[in-house]
């Protein structure tokens, strides 16, 4: 196949952005998938951090971390990503956000417009030039459709000659899949992105 699969774009976006030494933000690190992908592209000299509102989650996280042994490379924190300011001061290299609700788990914990945005804003503060923000947008969920529709409408108004936004989709799949929201930064703002 030539074409990537959401899940692989995504994370081949995340291996263009962040290498050895980077910081890298993990924003719903759900069962660690991208947490330990992060951690193996930032090498001992970087740092991920990883957010999630679930006990399972950061649980299943640090498992999956301390089965690989690079759980130094990482924080899990038990805490929403919109406060993702009060942990996070340098700059960041990459940041994922898989949004909905975690599988096999509690449906009724999904991530929320409101919180994704408040999230996106502080991280579009913190990204690096050249750093870029990847989301997996799901909306098969009750909510889910808000939610993309909210943040579409919101990354849409970002300032092109800033942040270039990209949607990386496959048109003729059934079942509301997920698709791919990328934020490139590719100059340096100091004004508010509202
Ligand atoms: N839908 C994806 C998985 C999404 S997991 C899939 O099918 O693969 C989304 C994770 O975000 C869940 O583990 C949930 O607990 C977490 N979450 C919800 N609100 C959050 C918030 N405000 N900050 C951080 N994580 C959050």
Redesign the pocket.
Known sequence: MKLQRVLQYAQSLLELSVGEGDIAVD????NGHDTLFLANLVGDDGYVYA????KQ?VDATLHRLLDNALEHRAIVLKD???NVAKYVTKPVSGAIF??????GSDHD????PN?TIQSLESLLKLLKVGGIIVLVI?HGHEGGKEERDEVIRFVSALPQKYIHVLRYEFLNQQNDPPFVIALEKVKETNFTLK
């Open positions: 924003a719903t690190a759900g957010f999630d509102v679930q989650a929403g990503h919109e898989n949004l909905g609700y975690l599988p914990i999904i991530t929320k919180t799901y």
